[in-house]
């Protein structure tokens, strides 16, 4: 199976502040890389697919970009409506493995 | 609009059985696979199984091959997760999910999720 590791697990920032979570896969999975947003005592939401694109109606702060094996994942000026866990998930080879998430907290 | 129902959790003893449900909407089911993902308490998210569109293919994780199995009913618009020896490490909250693709992997809409205890 692919392992994917996600960094940080945790951090704090405040509204405004640009906030980069990382992903690392551990074998070339292409651009076949998602990104979810788990706001708390909810479902996951689909943000980002196949590493940048953006689904449709999520806000252009959010980004995304990377190949192979390296990741990142972007949000520009922080808002109070961000915090939430982020995933990473591959989908190159079956099963389908997620990151470890990162909680984004709001200074 | 899309929408996903999941349904059938509750508290089970250990070595026991339990179906979930997951009622969609909103969309042609029978074009889409379908994933079901758990989340222990406080824990991340685990990618549990997948079933492709037309049923041609089932994919389970390693933890549960063997125990659970997944099923789909086009007619009735309905994706199942048969769950059989239960386990404590199963309790989670069970989301089912829709592949946008044939079953590749990627889930573009999900249930609020159901929550299955495993306990005595």
């Known amino acids: 199976d692919i392992q994917m590791t996600q960094s940080p697990s945790s951090l704090s920032a405040s509204v405004g502040d640009r906030v980069t979570i990382t992903c690392q896969a551990s074998?070339?999975?292409?651009?076949?890389l998602n990104w979810y947003r788990q706001k708390p005592g909810k479902a996951p939401e689909l943000l980002i697919n196949?590493?940048?694109s953006l689904q449709t109606g999520v806000p252009s702060r959010f980004s995304g970009s990377g190949s192979g094996t390296d990741f990142t994942f972007t949000i520009n000026s922080l808002q109070p409506e961000d915090l939430a866990t982020y995933y990473c998930?591959?989908?190159?080879?079956?099963?389908?493995?997620f990151g470890g998430g990162t909680k984004v907290e709001i200074k | 609009q899309v929408q996903l129902v999941e349904s059938g959790g509750g508290v089970v003893q250990p070595g026991r059985s339990l179906r979930l449900s997951c009622a969609a909407s909103?969309?042609?089911?029978?074009?889409?696979?379908m994933h079901w993902v758990r989340q222990a308490p406080g824990q991340g998210l685990e990618w549990v199984a997948i079933?492709?569109?037309?049923?041609?293919?089932?994919y389970y994780v390693d933890s549960v091959k063997g125990r659970f199995t997944i099923s789909r009913d086009n007619s009735k618009n309905k994706l199942y997760l048969q769950m059989n020896s239960l386990r404590a490490e199963d309790t989670a909250v069970y989301y089912c999910?829709?592949?946008?693709?044939?079953?590749?992997?990627?889930?573009?809409?999900w249930g609020q999720g159901i929550l299955v205890t495993v306990s005595s």
């Open positions: 074998q070339d999975i292409s651009n076949y």
């Open positions: 079933i492709w569109y037309d049923d041609s293919k089932r």
């Open positions: 909103g969309f042609s089911f029978s074009d889409y696979g």
């Open positions: 999910g829709r592949d946008p693709g044939s079953g590749e992997g990627l889930i573009d809409h």
């Open positions: 196949d590493a940048l």
């Open positions: 998930q591959q989908y190159d080879n079956l099963p389908p493995t």
